[in-house]
């Protein structure tokens, strides 16, 4: 009964600080939703290619301040606390997702038009270069004992939840607009919904409590001292990258990618798309919570090898077979099988992630290691996808674009699964 109560107890802080990282990754996600829109607002040009990949570009451009933002806004969290960073995160990101919403076409102000989106994208990259870290290491310190796994999924569950709203949003606006509507100002409506909700969540997350764990260390390092710990642990974060690539290139092939594939590739409608990408957030949402709780009972490694391999086995051969017959039915299948190996693998690999950092610098090195798997692999997932399919003509090409990144989190897991640090940590 008291564990019971005490969960309880633990349920509205995890809603507050979830909501706060559902805005963020809507609003960094919609951008590569509506892609192709973007590029014919922004950047303009005779080639579609060139244009599409211009705007996948701006899109993973986001991903490069990723690192700074985990290093510098990681080291601030690690020093002044985990509510006052994860209030700053919320704030940069509203001000990079205003200033791309309300930026005029390249039609009315020429070239200020790109710089202006591409600085709105660097700030939202500042911002998410932590708040994923940020989110998961209070998860994990308010966490009951024996549930780490399964409070730290909801980090990522609350992805899902973004996802779902987005392509929802997604799925109105096709039916009901034309395609020169949603390039003209359609697209901007998704963004202008979440600037709508931000004050709400200032709200929310104004009312967090700092983690106990924080409060309870007798000292607090100062940032110079962080990043000096930081830099000594580099072979930590190094495998840590690797081990988070699995995740980082699975989420942005089958969530933010889906629309632009199914839509150039597969020459699927819009709205067929939407609805995979819809389904898609919703199995990533279930298959989350239940796999973190699973790795509670079975421990982290068995999941982490486990998934990896399927993925290994798996990726080339399933997007060859929807390629060979593409139809709604094959795209649903094989988005779900990934959605499938996505949320089993990062169920287990988030919270294995904030256990394997040291405690004075977990949020900056579990950020480290996890903005650069994505600002290397995951964010450019899109633009390299893209680019995969142009340069070989094999339109099923991505599918070792995810075996790779595959390969990456195996060995990763397999060389942390034998390393001292992993003996100091409950996997």
Known sequence: MIGQSRRELK????????????????????????????????FPSGNEFASLMLSLATFGAGFLMRPLGAIFLGAYIDHRGRRAGLLLTLGLMAAGTVSIACTPPY???????????????????????????????????????????????????????????????????TSGLTPDQMTRWGWRVPL????????????????????????????????????????????????GMMLSTMTTVSFYMITVYTPTFGGTVLHLAGTQNMVVTLCVGASNFFWFPVMGA???????RPLLFAVTFLALLTAYPALSWLVSTPSFSRLLAVELWFSFLFGSYNGAMVV?????????????GFSLAFSSATAIFGGFTPAICTYLIHATGNPASPGFWLSFAAACSLIAAIVLSRSRALLQSRV
């Not at 998961?136 to 609350?158: C, N």
């Not at 409590?209 to 110079?224: D, G």
């Not at 699973?294 to 982290?300: A, N, P, Q, W």
């Open 192 to 239: 202008l919904a979440g600037c709508m909700i931000i004050p709400l969540l200032f709200l929310l997350r104004r009312s967090l409590q700092e983690t106990h764990e924080f409060l309870a260390r007798k000292r607090h390092l100062a940032v110079r001292e962080i990043l000096k710990t930081l830099a000594a642990n580099w072979r930590l974060v190094l495998l």
């Open 107 to 173: 039609a009315q102000i020429g070239l200020l038009a790109p710089l202006l989106v591409v600085a709105g994208r660097l700030i939202q990259g500042l911002s998410a270069g932590v708040e994923l870290g940020g989110v998961s290491v209070y998860l994990s310190e308010i966490a009951t004992p024996g549930h780490k796994g399964f409070f730290v999924s909801w980090q990522s569950a609350s992805q899902q939840l973004a996802v779902v709203f987005a392509a929802l949003l997604g799925i109105v606006l």
């Open 352 to 364: 294995f992630l904030t256990e394997i950092m040291p405690p004075e610098i977990r949020t900056a």
């Open 11 to 42: 349920i509205w802080p995890v809603v507050r600080v979830a909501s706060g990282n559902l805005l963020e990754m809507y609003d960094f996600q919609v951008f590569g939703y509506y892609a192709a829109a973007i590029a014919r607002t922004f």
């Open 294 to 300: 699973l790795s509670d009972k079975t421990g982290r």
